[in-house]
C-alpha cells in the first residue's frame, strides 16, 4: 500500500475567523424570509438566502464549520457579492474543489450574518448538514463505535467486513492498549471507480483514503474482493484509532509507527512484502528509520520495503520490549513529544539507537515466508 498525505485546505479562498455566532441585533425591519441548503456529493453545498428591510441590505456574509478534529474552533466566513437592496435573494456555492473536498457522511454548521445601511444585524442560528453520497442506495450497520455503510454486497458481506473492523480493534487493543475514542464511520464503495467518483482529487491508484480527522474512511471493496476488503478495513481503520489516541497540536507520530501498526492489524506480512525485505537485507540496502518518519515513497519498490521495514520495526518494539511500553509511547506523542525524544523517554534511545538495534535484530531473525499474496490496491492518508 503506497502512503501518500493529499493535505486538505479548507478555506482557502475564504477568510477564517475565529467562532463567535455574534449578537443578534435584529432591526425593526431586517428579517430572513427564507434560508435553505442543497448538498450535490461531492461537488458542492449550495446556500440560499433571502432577507428584506426598510434600509438597503449591504453586508451579506455565510460562515460556516466543517466538524473534524481541530485544536481551536474554527469556523470560515464568506463575504457575498450582492447589489445593495431593501429586498435581496441569494445564493452561493462551497464548491468543493476550491477547498480539496469533503469526505461522505462530513457535517457542516453553519449560519448567516445579514446586515443594513440602519446598522441593524441578524444572525440566523446555525444549522447543519450531512454531506452525503446520495448518489448510491446505502444500507447501515453498527457495532460498537463503528458503522458500516454499503450498497453493494448482501447484509454477509457488510457482516463480514464488519467481523474483520472489530477484530482489528481487538488485535489493536491487545497490541497497544488503544481503542476507539469517538465512532468512526466506514464507507465500503462497490470498486475503486466508485470510490474515486466519491472524490474530487483521486488518483487513479486510490483504493482507499483514511480521512482521521473526521473520523471517516472510505474504501472500495468489490464482494469478490473480501479477503483483500477485510485487510484493507483494519490497515485504515487503524488509522483511525492511532490518530485519535495520538492527536496534538505539536506533532504528528513517525510514519513507520502509524504504517507500522496499520499492516500488524492486516495479520502476518504477505509473502512479497518479506521479499523485499530480504532482498534489502541481503544487499545491505534497508532504508533508515529516519527516513522512514517522513512520508514514504510513491515508487512501488521502495514503497513496498517502507511498509514491510515499518511493519517489522513494530513487531520489534513490541517483541522485545511489550504492550505496555507501545501504549507509553503513543501516549509520548499525543503529548507532543519529538520523535527522538519519545524514543528516549520510553525506551532509552533515539532513532539511531533504534535503527542500530532493530537491523541487528531483523537481520538474526528472517521469517519463514507467508502464504498470502501481495495487494497492491493502495491508499491515502487525508489529515
Ligand atoms: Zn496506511
Given at each position: 500500500m503506497i502512503r501518500k498525505v493529499a493535505p486538505m485546505v479548507l478555506a482557502v479562498l475564504l477568510l477564517p475567523a475565529l467562532f463567535s455566532p455574534g449578537t443578534v441585533r435584529a432591526g425593526d425591519g431586517l428579517r430572513v424570509l427564507d434560508n435553505s441548503v442543497q448538498a450535490e456529493f461531492p461537488y458542492r453545498i449550495s446556500f440560499s438566502l433571502s432577507a428584506d428591510s426598510d434600509a438597503d441590505i449591504t453586508d451579506i456574509r455565510l460562515c460556516y464549520r466543517v466538524d473534524r478534529t481541530n485544536f481551536a474552533r474554527v469556523s470560515s466566513e464568506a463575504y457575498i457579492d450582492f447589489v445593495p437592496a431593501t429586498s435581496v435573494s441569494i445564493d452561493w456555492a462551497l464548491e468543493m474543489i476550491k477547498i480539496g473536498g469533503l469526505p461522505p457522511?462530513?457535517?457542516?454548521?453553519?449560519?448567516?450574518?445579514?446586515?443594513?445601511?440602519?446598522?441593524?444585524?441578524?444572525?440566523?442560528?446555525?444549522a447543519g448538514i450531512v454531506f452525503d453520497d446520495n448518489r448510491y442506495p446505502w444500507q447501515s450497520l453498527t457495532q460498537g463505535q463503528v458503522t458500516l455503510y454499503w450498497y453493494q454486497g448482501d447484509k454477509a458481506f457488510a457482516q463480514d467486513l464488519m467481523l474483520a473492523a472489530q477484530q482489528a480493534l481487538v488485535h489493536l487493543n491487545e497490541y497497544t492498549a488503544t481503542e476507539l475514542e469517538r465512532p468512526v464511520k466506514l464507507y465500503v464503495y462497490a470498486d475503486a471507480r466508485d470510490l474515486q467518483g466519491s472524490m474530487i482529487h483521486s488518483q487513479e491508484w486510490t483504493g482507499g483514503v483514511a480521512f482521521t480527522r473526521y473520523g471517516i474512511m472510505a474504501i472500495g471493496i468489490a464482494p469478490e474482493k473480501l479477503d483483500w476488503g477485510r485487510k484493507a478495513i483494519a490497515h485504515e481503520l487503524t488509522h483511525l484509532v492511532i490518530h485519535?489516541?495520538?492527536?496534538?497540536?505539536?506533532?504528528?507520530?513517525p510514519t513507520w509507527l502509524d504504517e507500522g501498526l496499520a499492516m500488524s492489524s492486516e495479520g502476518p506480512l504477505s509473502a512479497p512484502f518479506n521479499s523485499y525485505l530480504d532482498r534489502a537485507i541481503s544487499e545491505n540496502s534497508l532504508i533508515s528509520v529516519q527516513s522512514l518518519a517522513s512520508p514514504f515513497s510513491a515508487y512501488t519498490d521502495a514503497a513496498s520495503l517502507s511498509y514491510a521495514q515499518s511493519y517489522r520495526l513494530v513487531e520489534f518494539l513490541i517483541d522485545s520490549y511489550g504492550q505496555d511500553k507501545m501504549f507509553d509511547l503513543l501516549k509520548t506523542f499525543q503529548a507532543g513529544s519529538?520523535?527522538?525524544?519519545?524514543?528516549?523517554?520510553?525506551?532509552?534511545?533515539?532513532?539511531?539507537?533504534?535503527?542500530?538495534?532493530?537491523?541487528?535484530?531483523?537481520?538474526?531473525?528472517?521469517?519463514?515466508?507467508?502464504?498470502?499474496?501481495?495487494?497492491?490496491?493502495l491508499e491515502s492518508v487525508v489529515d
Open positions: 457522511g462530513s457535517n457542516l454548521e453553519y449560519w448567516w450574518t445579514i446586515e443594513d445601511a440602519d446598522g441593524d444585524r441578524i444572525t440566523t442560528a446555525p485519535q489516541a495520538t492527536l496534538n497540536p505539536y506533532n504528528t507520530i519529538t520523535y527522538d525524544g519519545a524514543l528516549l523517554k520510553v525506551y532509552g534511545f533515539d532513532m539511531d539507537g533504534l535503527d542500530y538495534l532493530w537491523q541487528d535484530w531483523v537481520t538474526q531473525s528472517e521469517q519463514p515466508i507467508a502464504e498470502n499474496g501481495l495487494n497492491l490496491e
